[in-house]
């Protein structure tokens, strides 16, 4: 670990030099990569250097004991005492710091939620829960793009496609992926009667340019006139556009915008990223893109957590974790939830290091 710590300090001196360098800094792709690495490994040399300070405190408190007796001794004791238990605690933030590091650390995140099982009562809790990323998002401080929205008769959500703009904005909400179930009493049950219905959340990594390379004859694209519920926001023009990505059967629709040029832009940021998604997820040998593993079937049974509202629960199934807070979450505190889920990533981690 130590050999590996010193070469980590090393690269951080070769960083620093590149991001002095005025090649560097006029070259905006190479900015960002020098940065983004530097950003990532300041943590650990930092904590390596608290180390290696620690380690010779210790080191010089043991050759001074052997040479000094009574107070000055149980004096010196104590030093060693102190520096030894720091190097503990010092050794365990290394571990942690050097476990494998997500490649989607500092990327924003593109999360699409949509409407499942359970009809309008679906779409219904769906916008339920983008306005809940909504605002956990102003509570992080990071920006939020709206890239497509296809809204339902009862002012619900079919689908909603957006960014979140944030450094940690995917470390924070990676976990979110998958179906979630609602337990509650819908505005459109007159008996009163608890219904249970689902919406389903994907998670994609902002993709850029240079980390995906499409090949235009790869994509076909149509263009249709843009549609809304209730006749509203219907476009005179065909400047809805939708993108399909022939190798992968991928396809992607955007109609916000009244500029097809606009659709088009938004459509293929979005392509770019579950492309991205899907060579990521074949690199790690799984099978599928990422949005299907998401969102499986969007069954009610296959979920990963479940909203309780005659109870005021959540409950998240993969970590057995449940909290009597329900209406604090949906109105934008997940930072417990999302504490516990990224705990739970770093034990796995853990253990798999030292197997």
């Keep these: 670990m130590i050999d590996r710590l010193a070469g980590l300090e090393s690269e951080f001196s070769g960083l620093e030099q590149q991001l002095a360098d005025p090649s560097v800094l006029s070259d905006q792709h190479r900015l960002r990569d020098v940065s983004r690495r530097y950003k990532e490994i300041t943590p650990i040399v930092a904590c390596y250097r608290r180390y290696r ?17 009574g107070d000055e001794r149980d004096q010196l004791r104590e ?8 190097l503990e605690t010092l050794e365990a933030e290394l571990k942690l710091l050097l476990l494998p590091s997500d490649p989607n650390d500092g990327k924003n ?49 079919n689908q909603v496609t957006f960014v979140l703009k944030g450094d940690d904005a995917w470390a924070h909400l990676k976990f979110e992926g998958g179906p979630h ?7 459109t ?14 998670v994609l990594p902002e993709a850029e340019e240079v980390d995906v390379d499409i090949d235009p004859n790869d994509l076909q694209i149509d263009v249709y006139r843009a549609s809304g519920p209730g006749g509203q926001g219907v476009n005179t023009t065909d400047s809805a556009v939708r993108i399909t990505h022939r190798p992968t059967g991928i396809v992607v629709a955007m109609q916000d915008e009244r500029s097809q040029l606009q659709n088009r832009a938004r459509a293929m940021q979005v392509l770019r ?65 999302v504490d516990a889920l990224q705990t739970d990533e770093r034990t796995r981690l853990l253990a798999g290091a030292e197997d």
């Excluded at 030093?79 to 720091?86: H, K, S, Y």
């Excluded at 049950?189 to 608890?194: A, K, L, P, V």
């Excluded at 309780?308 to 997940?334: C, M, P, S």
């Design 79 to 86: 030093e060693l005492t102190a520096a030894e238990a720091d």
């Design 181 to 187: 179930r609602v337990q509650r009493v819908p505005v």
């Design 273 to 337: 990223s579950r492309l991205l998604k899907v060579r990521q997820e074949e690199q790690a040998a799984l099978v599928g893109d990422a949005r299907r593993a998401q969102v499986q079937g969007g069954n009610r049974s296959e979920k990963i957590r479940t909203y309780n509202f005659k109870e005021n629960r959540l409950t998240d199934h993969r970590i057995g974790y449940t909290v009597y807070r329900l209406q604090d979450v949906l109105a934008g505190d997940l930072d417990e939830l």
């Design 53 to 69: 300070m620690r380690a010779d405190d210790a080191a010089a408190a043991k050759e001074l004991m052997a040479e000094t007796s």
């Design 109 to 157: 995140l593109i999360m699409e939620v949509r409407g499942a099982e359970g009809g309008e009562e679906a779409n219904l809790f769906a916008r339920d829960l983008f306005d809940m990323y909504q605002a956990y998002a102003a509570r992080k401080g990071w920006a939020v793009e709206v890239l497509g929205t296809y809204l339902s008769d009862l002012g619900g959500i």
């Design 189 to 202: 049950e007159s008996q009163g009667r608890i219904h249970t219905s689902a919406a389903t959340v994907s």
